[in-house]
């Protein structure tokens, strides 16, 4: 019996699965500032002379985890509102998702080029699929870019590899 050929992942099945992550990722860093900020107050944290600055220093960290609670926050917001176009036979831009062959490699790369939750990898259909920016630097060399094209990208370190574009959803 011959194996069977694992399905493709679709653009609305890497939309639904990037807002889900999101929102874990929205939750647990809310949770985690709430929980910082309580710290602040415990009485573990209470000055203990002039220069004993704990409960300062945890009222940044909580800060700054409430700033970046909202950001995610935005960044969901922003997604679940964003409607990825189709780019069947049109030029690759924000919103696509992407199949390319690259050099040296195995298996294909996945790639959702999108604005927010970049650097997210996903899991689908047994295929790793990562988010990108369009301001990236694989990104903005995708931008315009159509089924078929070929491009090669500097990795750190210099070595340079040839990119082919399989497919654009």
Request: hydrophobic share 30%; charged share 35%.
């Given at each position: 019996m011959a194996p069977r050929a694992v399905p493709s992942p679709t653009k609305a099945t890497v939309h639904q699965a990037l807002l889900e992550h999101l929102r874990v990722q929205v939750g647990k860093m809310a949770e985690l500032a709430r929980d910082t900020a309580s710290a602040?107050?415990?009485?573990?944290?209470?000055?203990?002379?002039?220069?004993?600055?704990?409960?300062?220093?945890q009222s940044y960290?909580?800060?700054g985890q409430a700033m970046?609670?909202?950001?995610?926050?935005?960044?969901?917001?922003?997604?679940?509102?964003?409607?990825?176009?189709?780019?069947?036979?049109?030029?690759?831009?924000?919103?696509?998702?992407?199949?390319a062959e690259v050099e040296g490699e195995s298996e294909a790369r996945w790639l959702y080029v999108i604005a927010w939750g970049a650097g997210t990898e996903l899991s689908i259909a047994n295929h790793r699929v990562m988010v990108i920016t369009p301001s990236s630097p694989v990104g903005r060399l995708l931008m315009g870019k159509e089924a078929g094209d070929v491009f090669e990208f500097a990795q750190p370190g210099g070595k340079r590899r040839e990119w082919v574009i399989e497919s654009i959803e």
């Open positions: 602040v107050t415990h009485e573990d944290n209470r000055s203990e002379g002039s220069k004993d600055m704990r409960a300062t220093e960290i909580a800060r970046r609670t909202e950001e995610l926050a935005d960044a969901l917001g922003r997604l679940e509102a964003f409607e990825p176009p189709s780019y069947q036979g049109r030029p690759l831009g924000a919103g696509a998702l992407v199949k």
